[in-house]
């Protein structure tokens, strides 16, 4: 059997981080099953939908590797066959024109609102032969939804799933301007698209059980339907676009990475025995739909930035250097191109309890920067003896004709008792002068990262 999945979101603002997972589960059962991804642009509304948003969409998939195949598929380009299987709905008997005006569809709504029942369509015009079709009247088409009996789908996540048909209401298919309704839209699109499976929200539940009866009055093959939990805010509630952490520019924007974003999200909801880190090989060849919970999984930022912290200890340092470059690039200022080879070599330490490449920029400062900055707590701390430290520093550390860890510990050490103190006594005046801060990388470590001269000009500004 081939595997057909797509992702459809609509460009009507940035990509929310439950999208981003659902384009993922969808993208990683496709590759495990040698199948076909799609994007598919839901721009049928046109007031929303925005080019920028598109363009965001289709950067954020690829910036966290996952990959479409062709040229994505744009709704608004086949309104004309959404139309034309309305009109063959209509033709068939599974559709009808109803003329009920809003002020009719309002009091309908209000009356249900004061019984408090859901608001379902009364069906007035479904059998319209005692009626009186109004004049320059534009109607809506309606779907014929089954009135007796169940509909039963098999979810493949969430199990069999089993409804009584009066529940569901005759949906318009096609506004009265005769634009496709999503219910419409999306079924024909599925359809040409050959989808095999659809995963998705399972906020999308009830749209599957209407979409269901579109695809039987077609008779079309349905089909595979998995509906995955919603992601809950670390409060618990549904997650929105107001919340801090909701789309993928927020994550990027404090420097995850894309591969512990990517394993973030494959394990929010989904796990393979004890397995917690995965490569990206790894999430395609074990990922099933089995492994899916069906609980709502809850956001933990915490957990974010650890798996991002494992990520950039490990990664190769000049990888980590392309990402963080990029990330400077596009958030900070750019960077000296002189100043890249030490950032390179100086990658091992600076990442160093870092849990975001935003770490790495806060610690890679004073290497950035032709100029350090002592802030005003910082600049209490130097006091007469700290200056006689640096001094003495200084004199020693020009003699030193070699320099490494082994060459400058001695220097410290011979402070230390010729002042009568203790590391932290020496470290920190010359730690603040070197970086402007008394945090930050290890003292030997930033010495040895500067060139000689460039230490010097610094001890001497004291």
Partial sequence: MSFNCRFA????????????????????????????????????????????????????????????????????????????????????????????????INEQKEKCKKQGIPYIYNRKWRDAKDLQVPKDVQPVIRFKSKISGNTIIK???????????STIEDFVILRKDKSPTYQLSATVDDHEMKITHVIRGDDHMINSFKQKQIYDAMGWE????????????????????????????????????????????????????DKEIFT????????????????????????????????????????????????????????????????????????????????????????IKDKVEIGAEDKKLIDDLSKTIIKDFKSEYEKLSSLSRETLEPVIKSLIDKHKTNFKGVGQPLRITLVGSRFGPGLYDVILSLDKSEVLKRLKSI
């Fill in 9 to 104: 979101p609509s460009p009507t603002g940035p990509l929310h981080i439950g999208g981003v997972r659902t384009a993922l589960f969808n993208w990683l059962l496709a590759k495990k099953n040698k199948g076909k991804f799609f994007l598919r642009i839901e721009d049928t509304d046109k007031e929303r939908s925005k080019e920028e948003f598109k363009k965001q969409i289709i950067s954020s998939l690829a910036w966290l590797g996952i990959e479409h195949d062709g040229e994505e598929y744009i709704q608004s380009k086949n309104i004309k066959k959404h139309i034309t299987i309305a009109e063959e709905l209509l033709k068939k008997g599974f559709a009808y024109k109803c003329y009920c005006s809003e002020q009719e």
């Fill in 155 to 165: 979810d493949l996540v969430q199990g069999e799933r089993n409804i009584s048909n």
């Fill in 222 to 273: 349905v089909p595979e339907f998995a509906h995955i939990p919603l992601i809950h805010s670390e409060q618990g509630k549904k997650l929105s676009k107001r919340d801090n952490a909701s789309t993928l520019d927020d994550y990027i924007k404090i420097g995850i990475i894309p591969d512990a974003l990517r394993n973030y999200l494959l394990r929010l909801g989904w796990s393979h025995k």
């Fill in 280 to 367: 990206k090989q790894e999430s395609i060849d074990l990922f099933d739909l089995n492994g899916v919970g069906k609980s709502p999984s809850k956001l933990d930022m915490s957990r974010i930035l650890s798996i991002n912290e494992t990520y950039i200890k490990t990664i190769n340092e000049k990888d980590l250097f392309k990402f963080f470059k990029e990330y400077v690039s596009k958030y900070k200022t750019s960077i000296d191109q002189s100043k890249e080879e030490i950032l390179i070599k100086s990658m091992g330490f600076l990442k160093n309890k870092g849990k975001t490449l935003e770490d790495i920029w806060n610690n890679s400062q004073y290497i």
